[in-house]
């Protein structure tokens, strides 16, 4: 989409921003990394919007909120949830920022390339629905629906929930999104399967805190990992209990507060899938205490911030749930 | 699982300071008998109890981690077990898609005056985790003697 380049040189020479918040050219063609950008120059030079940008950038405005004058920023519909959401928490004041709200059909990600048998890419092109992918061995071509990152799959709303200006079409909540099919189908196998398939899936942990250090819900000024007396070790996990205690509080820190954007499976570098965890906490929210979706709007109160007299007792669990381990 | 049968399981259960605690301390008075290996936490509501406390219990041995607070609408600070009640259901409900065996957490509420029901639930809670046998899934093998 080149009006996104065109609409961040357009604000800043324009004078309605300070600095604008986008996505930077990376190492290669797939990893456009968040940047801010203060001139047309560095935009001219660095500022890209691709199929691949699929980077949320809400959290970098927690910091930029501290610094003099309104940052632009550019937000696809699920980021917009994180915003609305930390401006919700007071992380962020909405007068702050001036929202360019970009209409999304799904980005892209690298491993669903590798998927599709596509090696050695050197550089894409965009052409309609399709990418165009030049690779070592000759070009090829993909359905961009085929190459989308795994948080996109299940794309869960695109519309944009708060802007100031808006690039392309405001789109729609989607209602049949099918996000909570792998947290069912989890929910039906036994407890032994599902131990196995998560001692599987968290022994490959590597403790580099990339989900937590990217997860727009995750911005405590101190974390509580950070402690050494947490009961964990900072680095590599020695035991199995590490990965479990990492992985269910940084949930549970979240819970009520995440906005299912995908972002922690997105850049894990061991590809766990760590939005089932979030998954099944907003699953039960929705379930148990009504529907609910952090970052929707400005006033509701998250589940966990909240009660009513007539909830359930926590026996639910015991009584509704399977098998028995 | 084999048990064995000289095997008595660690419980630990989070007593709030108001009821619970109260309530343990009155089944002590009435000579009612609960099991020694039932190890008492006193906290000054069961709000304070961080999900995180009950994942450490297990890290350092627990078999079974029980929680016990005021009844509902009881709480003396009026809201806080309403708050802690959705927050172990939720932390309940993860734990048991984690594959993590769901009858070795519970939530029951025990008033100052219900000294029956507290050694009552306990004498429970220790049958069904005794059942169990010893918790292998939640464990961290550097805090076993």
């Known amino acids: ?325 | 699982m084999s048990v064995k049968t000289d095997w008595k399981p660690t419980i630990v259960a989070f007593c709030c300071n108001w009821c619970s605690y109260a309530g343990a301390d009155l089944s002590g008075t009435n000579r009612l008998q609960y099991p020694a290996n039932v190890k008492i936490i006193r906290i000054p509501c069961s709000c304070r109890l961080n999900p995180m406390f009950v994942l450490r219990a297990f890290q350092r041995g627990a078999d079974g981690v029980i929680l016990c607070g005021c009844h509902p609408g009881d709480c003396h600070y009026t809201t806080g077990n309403y708050y802690a009640r959705r927050r172990m259901t939720l932390l309940f409900s993860m734990l048991d898609y984690l594959g993590i065996e769901r009858d070795r957490t519970r939530v029951e509420w025990v008033s100052a005056a219900e000294g029956a029901k507290f050694a009552a639930t306990m004498n429970e809670f220790v049958a069904t985790v005794t059942a169990l046998g010893e918790n292998r899934r939640l464990e961290d093998l550097r805090c076993k003697a």
């Open chain 1, 1 to 325: 989409m080149q009006g996104v380049k065109q609409k961040a040189l357009e604000l800043l020479t324009g004078g309605k921003a300070d600095r604008v918040l986008g996505w930077r050219r990376g190492e290669t063609f797939y990893d456009p990394t968040p940047g801010v950008f203060a001139s047309a120059e560095e935009v001219e030079r660095d500022f890209v919007f691709d199929a691949f940008c699929g980077a949320n950038l809400s959290k970098y405005l927690i910091a930029l909120d501290r610094a003099e004058g309104v940052t632009a920023v550019f937000l696809k519909p699920c980021d917009s949830y994180s915003l609305v959401q930390l401006i919700k928490e007071h992380r962020i004041h909405r007068e702050k920022v001036y929202i360019v709200g970009v209409a999304c059909e799904g980005m892209c990600g690298y491993d669903a390339l590798m998927k599709a048998g596509i090696e050695g890419v050197l550089s894409f092109e965009e052409e309609g629905d399709a990418l165009k992918v030049h690779t070592l061995y000759g070009d090829t071509v993909i359905a961009r629906k085929d190459a989308l990152l795994s948080k996109c799959e299940h794309c869960k709303s695109k519309r944009i929930v708060t802007y100031d200006e808006l690039l392309g079409e405001q789109g729609d909540e989607v209602a049949d999104s099918g996000r909570f099919d792998e947290v069912a189908r989890l929910e039906k196998m036994t407890p032994e399967d599902r131990f196995a398939f998560w001692q599987n899936e968290l022994s490959r942990c590597i403790r580099c805190n990339a989900c937590r250090n990217v997860c727009p819900a995750c911005s405590c000024e101190k974390c509580v990992f950070d402690n050494p007396d947490s009961g964990i070790r900072n680095k590599a996990a020695a035991d199995s209990f590490e990965e479990n205690m990492f992985h269910i509080i940084r949930a549970f820190h979240v819970a009520s507060r995440c906005t299912d954007c995908g972002e922690c499976t997105r850049v894990c570098p061991q590809r766990i899938p760590l939005h089932l965890l979030n998954r099944k906490f907003i699953k039960d929210i929705n379930e148990l205490y009504g529907e609910y979706q952090a970052g929707a709007d400005f006033d509701t109160r998250p589940a966990l911030l909240n009660f009513q007299t007539g909830d359930c007792e926590p026996s639910i669990v015991h009584v509704r749930g399977g098998e028995r381990a």
